[in-house]
């Protein structure tokens, strides 16, 4: 596939680095001036000052963010993260994130991201429930099961969604478990959550080989992260005949040109809390070995920034699946497009959680609960469509699938925003 170079500059702010590539996408597709303006804007930011007693019994101030950024497709959806570099502008682009992410998998859903600055490692049980329930309630306005759908993200699991969900629901006074997903089973959660980005990531990959004429079973993976994303795809993958030749967590990271036995890495990690440092299935390998090593598909599944002008030329895969958000800079874009290597973008890779998300929201409204298989079923296909609307799209415009995938939500926006118009 020909693929267009895209613009490279350095971005400080993380919204103007979205904002970038929002640009990019807009030119090429020629999107109209005022619905590029209205999605430059956020909808609605709401930030909030939570007090709360601490196990000393001193009062610390938390501070608190929700970003809405858009409503067009429906109600906005996007989770809320725990960390101390939370701040307005990260949410705001994390915000514009679920936007498209939603749009390309086809949700019927806008985007949005919430957060609170804090470090949940070195705060207690206690403390972390109440300033989940402080954060609920304080943003009671916000979200709404029709209007906002928050989630976790990072920081956060379903245990902080059931206390946001309980404050919630006392707050309301009725039982809405809809307003929030990614919740446990017991009260609500979807069977095949947990797996659900990880399966994205694998179907995605699936769908990118056969487009590239490539047996799974004569192909290698490397994966980055051993935690939920990175350890579901690499086990999904190798179920599929892919063989990992290597993964690596922030422990440590390991190559095995012969294949490494995920489901031993899988029981080693969880009984050495959750790390893979000591594994013995594999050579241990330096970190930064790890996403130029010898393979055909690249996963990288941990964190953001990874994927850089200074190693992107180093890249041997011929394909790169992003479970992460944000892995490659977009100062490595133009080098992995020039060296040809397909790179199936964040907002289409992993966005089977969103989906599974989406399917949790839609179980809890109708009070009928679906099977994992149907789930998984319904998600699969819902992966396939959107793949391959990101493929042809990339095909029609000439560009990498990274620009074809926000050109793919613009154009689904576009129309919600023109049918319902402006003041
Ligand atoms: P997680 O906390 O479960 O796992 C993160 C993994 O990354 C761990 O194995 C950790 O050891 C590893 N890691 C951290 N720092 C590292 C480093 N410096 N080098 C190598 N590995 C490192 O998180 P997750 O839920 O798997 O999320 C991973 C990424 O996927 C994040 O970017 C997240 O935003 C994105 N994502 C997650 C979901 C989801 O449903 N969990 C959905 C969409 C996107």
Redesign the pocket.
Known sequence: MSQSVMEVQVHESMFDAVLARLNAAAKLMNLSDEVLQVLRNPQKEVKVSLPITMDSGKIQIFEGYRTVHSTHLGPSKGGIRFAMDVNSDEVRALAAWMSFKCAVANLPYGGAKGGIKCDPRNMSVGELERLSRAYAKAMKEVIGVNKDIPAP??GTSGREMAWMLDEYNKVMGEDIPGVITGKPIAIGGSLGRDA??GRGVMVNTLAALKRLNLNPKNVTAIV???????SHAARLLSEQGVKIVGI????ASFYNEKGIDIKAALDFAAKNNK?LKGFTGATEIK?SELLVSACDVLVP????NVITEENASKIQAKLIVE???GPTTPQADPILNEKGIICVPDILA?SG?VTVSYFEWVQNKAGYYWTEDEVNQKHDLKMEIAFEAIWNNASKYKCSMRLAAYITALQRIEQAVKFKGFY
């Open positions: 993200d990072m659900a980005t980055q992260g051993f935690g939920n994303v990175g690596g967590d922030h422990t790390v970190a599944a941990a964190l953001q479970g992460a958000n992993n959680g």
